[in-house]
């Protein structure tokens, strides 16, 4: 018996909710002083009403080693708690202490802290491998070797219709949000190896970044029929299913899905981001 725990940066897919095996623990998120448990209750229109209007935009507290021990007090024999990228965020590490605490007390449990090095959909797609891989019988640690594989063989990607949340939060300045914001630049990013973030081009409009986009995840991708691809967008399903098809006019994938962002993807997407990872 096994058990997921993800961070609420990663979306899961209706499957991984009906099996059981699969359960989120939120982060927090504040904006002008309110917090917002990103769970089930998480109204993304209501919320990205407050972030349009913050002068100072949203702010993100990771969960507590105790929510995370909470999860780990299970039948499962193995769990596996996979957290957005170390790079971004303190919930990696808040893991880790939670993983300790709890072994000091019940030593005979299997636990992998997993630095997912992506966020989002990028921790749907690791939390579906390491189902896959349970579910073909392999032991806790060949699943544990295999996901360090696959991580260390995937790639995020992401376009942004809007620079001002960065802006906000101190990331961008204010000139070269202008700037990008008056000519409508769009920057292509992606994850680093590390799981920090980089640019990787920029574009005049979103189609012409879409279109980047997909060009970027080619050059890095091989046999896409071997692969699933997946999408997620912050309020923007139109978007995302031209995306796909996009992707399909270039490649075949064992499987494309597409997942709208919950709260802390949000956050970091805002209104109209796409997300994709391979």
């Not at 919320?47 to 995370?68: H, I, N």
């Not at 019940?106 to 990028?122: C, P, V």
């Not at 809007?162 to 939060?169: F, G, H, V, Y």
């Not at 997909?214 to 995306?243: D, F, G, W, Y």
């Amino acid at each position: 018996m096994y058990k997921v725990i993800i961070d609420s940066c990663g979306e899961l897919t209706p499957e991984m909710k009906a099996s059981g095996n699969f359960v989120n623990v939120p982060l927090t998120l504040t904006v002008d002083g309110v917090d917002i448990i990103d769970d089930d209750t998480f109204d993304q229109a209501d919320f990205l009403r407050k972030v349009e209007a913050s002068p100072a935009g949203p702010k993100s507290a990771c969960p507590s080693p105790d929510a995370y021990m909470q999860e780990m007090d299970c039948e499962a024999e193995n769990v596996y708690v996979i957290t957005l990228s170390a790079q971004l965020s303190g919930s990696y590490n808040s893991a880790c202490l939670a993983k300790d605490l709890y072994l000091e007390d019940n030593d005979e449990k299997n636990i992998a802290i997993i630095d997912s090095k992506s966020a989002s959909i990028g921790q749907t797609l690791i939390g579906g491998k390491i189902a896959e891989f349970e579910e073909a019988g392999m032991s806790f640690t060949e699943v544990v070797e295999a996901i360090d594989k696959y991580i260390e063989s995937q790639h995020t990607f992401f376009v942004l219709e809007s620079l001002e949340t960065l802006r906000k939060a101190g990331r961008l300045s204010n000139l070269k949000a202008m700037i990008a914001s008056t000519l409508n630049i769009k920057p292509i990013m992606g994850s680093t190896d590390i799981g920090s973030i980089q640019q990787l081009g920029q574009a005049r409009g979103i189609v012409k970044a879409l279109d980047q986009m997909v060009n970027c995840m080619l050059e890095v991708t091989e046999n896409t029929t071997e692969k699933t691809l997946a999408i997620s967008h912050c309020n923007c399903p139109q978007r995302a299913l031209q995306l796909k098809e996009k992707i399909e006019k270039k490649a075949s994938f064992k499987d494309i899905y597409i997942l709208d962002t919950h709260g802390v993807s949000s956050m970091y997407a805002n209104d109209g981001g796409i997300i994709m990872v391979v």
